[in-house]
């Protein structure tokens, strides 16, 4: 299904805070995203700290997704993102990254991070589509499986950069078969 087809109801898409009444909503969602899921606890310990801020993507009150990310003094570090599996591939996760891109400024924070994990596929060619470049692997860097994460970033002003020179890793090709 192409992205467009939230302009169908994009007027009743809303990208607002998180606030504690959504955690059922959010907590759903990430039960469903997520073998190793943030438990209520761990999302409100991280939503306490002062540089962190949780949104949520809301369609006629339903919540739909959200993203969990921390402000740093150059860039945005995303924490949590995730959309509810009934309205993926509608260009909801499109419009939560842009919600991000629109954050930034050349003048201080000029970029946004995030990690994923080697076997999250999905999430690779979404935020590759996002104009996030893998550049950095931190091996064995999940306590739960041992997996590789996969350091992305959105670099505001080179958002056309190339894959950097060097950085080729297991999901290499498939950013190769994605961008032809
Ligand atoms: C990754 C995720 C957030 C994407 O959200 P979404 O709302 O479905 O994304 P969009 O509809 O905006 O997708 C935009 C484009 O990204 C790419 N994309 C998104 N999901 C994809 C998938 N499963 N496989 C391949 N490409 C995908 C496509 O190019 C898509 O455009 P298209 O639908 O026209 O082909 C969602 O799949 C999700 O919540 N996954 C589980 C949680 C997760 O892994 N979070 C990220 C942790 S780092």
Excluded at 74 to 93: C, P, Q, T, Y
Excluded at 144 to 155: G, P, V
Aim: net charge negative; with cysteine.
């Amino acid at each position: 299904m192409s992205s467009d087809h939230l302009q169908d109801q994009d007027s009743s898409l809303q990208i607002r805070w998180l606030i504690r009444r959504d955690m059922p909503e959010v907590l759903a969602i990430e039960h469903d995203s997520f073998d190793y899921a943030w438990t209520e606890e761990e999302f409100l310990c991280i939503l306490r700290q002062r540089n962190c801020i949780g949104m949520v993507a809301e369609i006629d009150h339903e919540i739909v997704g959200y993203m969990i990310y921390e402000l740093h003094k150059s860039n945005l570090h995303v924490l949590n993102f995730a959309v509810a599996n009934s309205h993926r591939r509608r260009g909801i996760g499109t419009r939560m990254v842009q919600r991000l891109v629109d954050k930034l400024s050349s003048q201080r924070r000029k970029e946004i991070l995030l990690e994923v994990r080697e076997r999250n596929l999905d999430a690779q060619l979404f935020f590759r589509r996002q104009s996030f470049f893998a550049v950095t692997v931190l091996r064995n860097h999940y306590d739960d499986t041992c997996e590789d994460a996969y350091i992305m970033r959105y670099q505001l002003e080179a958002s056309d950069m190339p894959m950097i020179a060097g950085k080729i890793n297991r999901i290499s090709s498939y950013y190769d078969a994605d961008a032809a």
